[in-house]
């Protein structure tokens, strides 16, 4: 080798490491503002969070903040993150973007897309009126109520609070038994003009999918969407009586892989999961002028609703939303921007939900301009 080449392969080295150490600086420094949300909001979001960033087809940003944890958060964790694989101990950890947690009504957006394998084969139709599967919604005068209508939370079934819901469903010896309960419930409206959000809904769908497949609803969770998207430690709990619309737990990691397939219209590492139709579907606006709103949640502000998820932006008809979102109540906040094309999911855990949504909005204004800037 010449002295001359040597010398040019060293300067290109050189030049090479330096061009990366101003990418790598760069980049936290584009973030920093990010880190110091995350930083200054520790308390409202219970002490410890992780925040992963996805764009252009690799993470741009995982981090994970954790503050010693106060002795209500301590009890809170106890009472309402009991799982039966976890020790207090191990509940209490600090927050990485490997760890595993309840992730409540992030869990829609899951079953959401779950029904939508069914629809690109053919096997189901969001047209389709549920008694079509089950005779019980016949029986009670429900079985007009369309796939659709459970996918957008407007059947029109008037149910109680969420604890009494999710109390029901545990107690149901079968998944038919928990369909039953809301065949059972009274009417509060007319089916597709009376958004109550709840887990009617997503119950229904799911005791159809298991009559249609003859597989049980976390079987065909992990085979249609876990398994494909590489989310190897996602779940719905493993229960006799899963909750579709929020018993799911996952880790940061897990669901920023969802998150990448929805972004990337229904594509996760090359392999086709979702058909490109299905994803703009599940992101149309179901709301229309005369929709009466019996049930939503204040920390969702003034956002409409799609097939499994919010609609944060103005969309109508039949636009597809930019900006979509799937919050948890514990916390957890899952966004895509489809103009900035990245997702992004803060993994938390708290039930603070006092000006939940404007943290939300702060954080996502944060991210939108450091993304926009790399």
């Not at 109680?160 to 009417?187: C, Q, T």
Request: aromatic share 10%; glycine share 8%.
């Amino acid at each position: 080798m010449s002295y001359k080449y040597s010398f040019f392969c060293r300067k290109f080295s050189l030049i090479a490491i330096f061009l990366l150490f101003l990418q790598t600086a760069r980049a936290q420094n584009n973030f920093s503002k990010v880190d110091a949300w995350l930083k200054n909001n520790m308390e409202d979001l219970g002490g410890r969070a992780v925040l992963v960033i996805y764009k252009d087809g690799h993470l741009v940003y995982d981090h994970a903040e954790n503050a010693k944890l106060t002795p209500t958060q301590v009890s809170l964790i106890k009472i309402l993150d009991k799982q039966k694989d976890k020790s207090n101990d191990d509940l209490l950890k600090p927050f990485a973007d490997t760890t595993k947690d309840r992730i409540a009504s992030c869990s829609k957006w899951l079953t959401a897309a779950l029904v939508m394998t069914f629809v690109d084969e053919g096997k189901l139709n969001i047209n389709d009126s549920i008694g079509k599967y089950l005779p019980v919604m016949n029986k009670y005068g429900k079985g007009n109520i369309t796939i659709w209508e459970c996918l957008s939370h407007q059947t029109g079934i008037e149910t109680g609070s969420m604890i009494e819901e999710i109390r029901l469903i545990n107690n149901a010896k079968s998944m038919d038994a928990a369909v039953e309960m809301f065949a059972k419930d009274p009417m509060e409206g007319v089916s597709g003009k009376t958004f109550h959000y709840s887990s009617a809904g997503l119950q229904i769908i799911a005791a159809i999918l298991e009559k249609i497949s003859g597989k049980d609803f976390e079987t065909l969770f992990q085979e249609r969407i876990a398994q494909p998207c590489n989310m190897l430690h996602t779940d719905f709990g493993h229960e006799k009586v899963p909750i579709p619309a929020g018993s799911g737990l996952s880790t940061p990691k897990d669901y920023i892989n969802f998150l990448s397939m929805i972004e990337n219209n229904g594509l996760f590492n090359g392999k086709r999961i979702l058909s490109e139709r299905s994803i703009i579907e599940m992101q149309k606006n179901r709301f229309t002028t005369d929709t009466k709103i019996a049930f939503s949640p204040k920390e969702t502000g003034d956002w409409e609703y799609g097939f499994g998820e919010w609609i944060m932006d103005s969309a109508t008809g039949d636009e597809r939303s930019t900006e979509i979102s799937s919050p948890g109540l514990f916390g957890s906040f899952p966004w895509i921007d489809n103009n900035k094309k990245y997702g992004a999911f803060l993994f938390a855990f708290n039930i603070k939900i006092k000006g939940r949504h404007e943290r939300y909005m702060e954080l996502k204004k944060l991210v939108d301009e450091a993304v926009g800037s790399l």
